[in-house]
């Protein structure tokens, strides 16, 4: 498996963009976001390692489930109910989660990083910051001037 070339196909744009086109979108970028990097990821996965469509498919859903609703609401006067909404927003979010913590898992694998390593993806970073987090170090792994970290065999086992 040839670790650069999963690193070139998996990154997109910056991360500032990524960021500003959520924003405007009200989260609709977000979930397509999601739905590519899924895409990409499972080319390079094996059968049970594979993440689920049916997660960035639901992401999707509620993503343009809520602004259709949010937009109904502002054209048509109609109140939405808040824990409707609170409810909503909190699934998605947790799916983002659940998201971002699969594919976390997959590039430290995919990529034979360990947790020593300047490069190997943060758990807390994961989940403060999700899909904003694995983008920027998706990117800081493909500009890395040092490949060598990226593409060295992994450090041996110790034996026992």
């Given at each position: 498996?040839?670790?650069?070339?999963i690193i070139?196909?998996?990154?997109?744009?910056?991360?500032?963009?990524?960021?500003?086109?959520?924003?405007?979108?009200?989260?609709?970028?977000?979930?397509?976001?999601?739905?590519?990097?899924?895409?990409?990821f499972?080319?390079?996965l094996?059968?049970?390692?594979?993440?689920s469509?049916?997660l960035?498919y639901l992401?999707?859903?509620?993503?343009?489930?809520?602004?259709?609703?949010?937009?109904?609401?502002?054209?048509?006067?109609?109140?939405?109910?808040?824990?409707?909404?609170?409810?909503?927003?909190?699934?998605?979010?947790?799916?983002?989660?659940v998201?971002?913590?699969?594919?976390?898992?997959?590039?430290?694998?995919?990529?034979?990083?360990?947790?020593?390593?300047?490069?190997?993806?943060?758990?807390?970073?994961?989940?403060?910051?999700?899909?904003?987090?694995?983008?920027?170090?998706?990117?800081?792994?493909?500009?890395?001037s040092?490949?060598?970290?990226i593409?060295?065999?992994?450090?041996?086992?110790?034996?026992?």
């Amino acid at each position: 498996m040839d670790r650069e070339k999963i690193i070139t196909h998996l990154k997109s744009q910056r991360t500032w963009r990524l960021i500003f086109l959520s924003i405007i979108t009200l989260g609709i970028y977000t979930a397509h976001y999601i739905k590519r990097q899924t895409c990409i990821f499972n080319k390079y996965l094996d059968r049970e390692q594979k993440i689920s469509p049916l997660l960035a498919y639901l992401i999707m859903f509620i993503s343009y489930e809520r602004v259709i609703v949010l937009l109904l609401s502002v054209f048509m006067n109609q109140l939405i109910s808040e824990d409707m909404n609170f409810f909503r927003n909190l699934l998605r979010l947790i799916l983002v989660i659940v998201w971002a913590f699969q594919v976390r898992n997959r590039i430290n694998k995919l990529l034979l990083l360990s947790a020593n390593r300047t490069l190997w993806l943060n758990r807390g970073l994961t989940f403060f910051f999700t899909i904003f987090y694995i983008n920027y170090m998706i990117n800081s792994l493909n500009e890395n001037s040092d490949k060598e970290e990226i593409m060295a065999a992994p450090p041996p086992l110790p034996k026992c």
